[in-house]
């Protein structure tokens, strides 16, 4: 970046004010995100009710198969959302609303340059997860049906993490939640009509979600642009500035390797209650379930952690960023340990809603009050998940998760072969606990850091 663009940045940033967190601040962000991310859910069951309505159990397995392997894929990107936040919530909080725009276009090249590889590279991706499933050839040829139509979605589903980020990175959670529900309500509406009215079976729930996401891309993108003051338009050599382009490097290079850890924390479960036998394994699955719930409503107070956190550094106001902390790990713990409560309570009630089967229910009664306390010890990993992510502390996340996932790893060994699934389910709150309770010890070393006594 030449002197000259450096001067006009910084002609064009606003002042950098400080601000007080609310409950109303958080919640504006939390409530709204909760509630996009619970669609979610209701996409996956209707895409499930949709197919199972064909009649043919290869079809639902092959949707199975497919929907595993776009999980794995798509988690890789899961840096484009994380890593817009942060930084456009810092450029936020100075007021530099050059830079706001700057994130923005980074993040969304990356992300359709990257949707445009993986769609090159989808027959490779496809070989790579049959090969890894091993279904049988009925099952695998379902699989690849919904695999080459849905990877068409792939430019435009990482141009909304792009745009989710940016969104997020400035506090309006209500554009996120209008969004989401686009995403997700059109990709419902036109599973049925075309996988059910049209008959276009597996391939037309597959096009549902490629014209959901395109459709979510090209609206969130106008929402996004049609705001943006064009006196404050980056040039390419801003946009594109060697420092920046590295810094945003290394920032999703470490929450990509966070990504994958904590994917090798999920999948190692799996592993070891496939070896404990299929009952135990399909309880643990019911279990799982359970404890995704409360993520919901956690990942909301994350994202407005990230924001408020990443705000409060933007705008240099310590106050801001200890109060938001304070704050959103109050009510983070407060409804964790109200819902690990009902979850005690009515937990086997609901275990009974999501399975038939009399054995999978008697063994997940046993496990359940294991499952109903990974809100409360899951609850502060989520939130300094969002603090890190604001703050762009990303090596310490990557470097505490690594840690965390060792302390695992060594906590399985031990317990797994005294107290089998039980000590899988202690290593697992372990593991949530560990999460937390490292970052939280880095959070006065790292603030005092970044906030000087100038400031």
Request: aromatic residues 10%; charged residues 10%; glycine residues 10%.
């Amino acid at each position: 970046m030449t002197a000259s663009e450096g001067f006009e940045r910084d002609r064009h940033a606003g002042q950098a004010a400080p601000f007080h967190v609310t409950n109303r601040l958080i919640f504006s962000i939390a409530l709204p995100m909760t509630l996009g991310f619970l669609t979610t859910p209701l996409l996956g069951l209707v895409d499930t009710a949709v197919v199972g309505r064909l009649g043919r159990a290869e079809m639902l397995a092959g949707l199975a198969i497919g929907a595993v392997m776009f999980d794995l894929i798509f988690t890789t990107f899961n840096f484009l959302r994380a890593a817009t936040t942060g930084l456009v919530a810092q450029a936020y909080g100075r007021g530099d609303r050059r830079e706001q725009q700057a994130v923005f276009w980074r993040s969304l090249v990356i992300a359709l340059v990257s949707g445009g590889a993986v769609v090159l590279l989808s027959p490779l991706l496809l070989g790579l997860g049959l090969w890894l499933m091993a279904p049988g050839p009925e099952v695998a040829a379902v699989t690849s049906t919904y695999f080459l139509c849905r990877i068409l979605s792939g430019p435009a589903a990482l141009a909304n993490y792009a745009i989710l980020g940016f969104v997020l990175g400035r506090g309006e959670g209500s554009i996120g939640l209008l969004l989401q529900t686009i995403i997700n309500g059109a990709n419902i509406v036109l599973s049925i009509l075309l996988g059910l009215v049209l008959g276009w079976g597996v391939a037309g729930v597959a096009i549902a979600t490629v014209m959901g996401e395109a459709m979510g891309a090209i609206i969130g993108f106008a929402i996004v642009y049609s705001r943006f003051d064009r006196r404050d338009a980056p040039g390419w050599a801003t946009i594109f500035a060697r420092d920046r382009l590295k810094a945003l490097s290394g920032l999703n290079r470490d929450i990509m390797i966070r990504s994958f850890v904590l994917l090798a924390a999920f999948t190692l479960m799996t592993r070891i209650g496939t070896a404990l036998g299929p009952v135990t394994l399909a309880a643990n699955a019911v279990l799982m379930s359970i404890f995704l719930i409360a993520g919901y409503y956690l990942d909301g107070l994350a994202n407005a952690a990230e924001q408020l956190t990443g705000r409060s550094i933007g705008a240099a106001c310590r106050p801001a960023f200890d109060r938001a902390l304070r704050m959103t790990a109050c009510w983070a713990l407060g409804l964790a340990a109200v819902t690990t409560l009902a979850f005690l309570v009515f937990g086997n009630a609901l275990v009974d809603l999501l399975t038939t089967a009399a054995d999978v229910r008697a063994l997940a009664y046993d496990y359940m009050p294991w499952a109903a306390v990974t809100a409360l010890t899951g609850a502060l990993a989520f939130l300094m998940d969002g603090v890190f992510i604001g703050a762009t502390w990303s090596r310490d996340m990557r470097n505490m998760m690594l840690a965390a996932f060792l302390g695992y790893c060594a906590s399985l060994a031990v317990l797994v072969p005294v107290f089998g699934n039980h000590g899988l389910w202690a290593g697992l709150n372990l593991f949530l606990m560990m999460r937390g309770l490292f970052l939280l010890i880095m959070v006065p070393r790292r603030a005092a850091q970044t906030f000087r006594p100038a400031q």
